[in-house]
C-alpha cells in the first residue's frame, strides 16, 4: 500500500501526519523531534494553533542533528481568518514562515471560506465573540495564494472547511491559475463526509481528515455529544483485533468491518464553531 496521496501538482503527501492544534509548546516541540525519529515526514501546522514557533524549532533541530533533510519533509500551514484581505494574506504566511524557520511551504491552505474584518487579536474565538465579515472573500483571497506559488514560497495551495459550492466557485474562477490541491475536512465514522470526498476526487483534490477520532478533547463540547471511541460498535471491532480503538483507524479491517464504520453516520459534527454561522460563506449550511 502506497505510503503517500499524489496531489495533482506530482507532489508526494505522506498519507499520515501529525497534527499540531492544541498542543502546549513544551509538550509540541518535543513530539515533533519524537515524530521525525520514529519516521513522521508530514507535520500539518495553523497560524491560530499558537505554536508554529515550536514545531520551527524542533524541524531545526533535527535537520541540524542530520536526522532528517528539508526536502524529504511534507509541511502544512493554514491561513487565518482575520488576514482575509488580499495585502494581508503575505503578512499571514509570513508570520508562519517565520515561526517555522523554512524557505517555504509544502501546502498553504486557506483554514475557513468565511473571513473577517482584521483585528489585532489572534484568536477571536470566543462565545461572545461579535465578528464582522470581512470586506473580501475566499475568490479575492485565493489570487493572493496564487501568488505565493508563482514566487517559490508555497509548492501547492488548497483549502480547508470548503463545501463543494465553495470549491465550484474555485475551480470555475475566471483566470484560475492554480487549482486547489487539497481540501481538509473533519472526517470520521459520525462524519464520514462521503459525497464530499467523491466530489474533490472527481476533481482531482486530494482530502485531509481532521479530528479522525472525533476530537474528545475540542473547545465548546456539549454534554450530550456522542463519543466515537466509546462507541459500543467500534469497541467490538478493537476488541476481535486486540487493538484499542484509536487503532482501529490505523489497522487493516475487513471489508464488512469497514462496512460496519461506514454505517455509523449521524452527520455529527465536532467543530460546528456556530459562531461562524452568520458569516457570509460559512460552510456547513449546505449538505456537502
Known amino acids: 500500500m502506497a505510503t503517500y496521496v499524489e496531489l495533482s501538482t506530482k507532489a508526494k503527501m505522506p498519507i499520515v501526519g501529525l497534527g499540531t492544534a492544541k498542543s502546549t509548546a513544551a509538550e509540541l516541540k518535543e513530539a515533533v523531534k519524537i515524530a521525525i525519529d520514529v519516521g513522521y515526514r508530514h507535520f500539518d501546522c495553523a497560524y491560530i494553533y499558537q505554536n508554529e514557533k515550536e514545531v520551527g524549532e524542533a524541524i531545526q533541530e533535527k535537520i541540524k542533528e542530520k536526522a532528517v533533510k528539508r526536502e524529504d519533509l511534507f509541511i502544512v500551514s493554514k491561513l487565518w481568518i482575520t488576514f482575509f484581505e488580499k495585502p494581508l494574506v503575505r503578512k499571514g504566511f509570513q508570520k508562519s514562515l517565520e515561526n517555522l524557520q523554512l524557505d517555504y511551504l509544502d501546502l498553504y491552505l486557506i483554514h475557513w471560506p468565511c473571513g473577517i474584518q482584521y483585528m489585532d487579536n489572534i484568536h477571536p474565538l470566543n462565545e461572545e465573540s461579535n465578528l464582522s465579515s470581512s470586506k473580501e472573500t475566499f475568490m479575492d483571497i485565493w489570487e493572493a495564494m496564487e501568488k505565493l506559488v508563482d514566487e517559490g514560497l508555497v509548492k501547492a495551495i488548497g483549502v480547508s472547511n470548503f463545501n463543494h459550492l465553495q470549491i465550484e466557485r474555485l475551480l470555475n474562477k475566471p483566470g484560475l491559475k492554480h487549482k486547489p490541491v487539497v481540501n481538509q475536512i473533519e472526517c470520521h465514522p459520525y462524519l464520514p463526509q462521503k459525497k464530499l470526498i467523491q466530489y474533490c476526487h472527481s476533481n482531482g483534490i ?83
Open 206 to 288: 486530494a482530502i485531509t481528515a481532521y479530528s479522525p477520532l472525533g476530537s474528545t478533547d475540542r473547545i465548546w463540547p456539549s454534554p450530550d455529544d456522542p463519543v466515537l471511541l466509546e462507541d459500543p460498535n467500534i469497541k467490538a471491532i478493537a476488541q476481535k483485533h486486540n487493538k484499542t480503538v484509536a487503532q482501529v483507524f490505523d489497522f487493516k479491517l475487513s471489508d464488512e468491518e469497514m462496512e460496519t464504520l461506514s454505517s455509523f453516520n449521524i452527520n455529527w459534527r465536532a467543530y460546528k464553531l456556530k459562531l461562524f454561522s452568520h458569516l457570509r460563506d460559512y460552510p456547513f449550511h449546505e449538505e456537502i
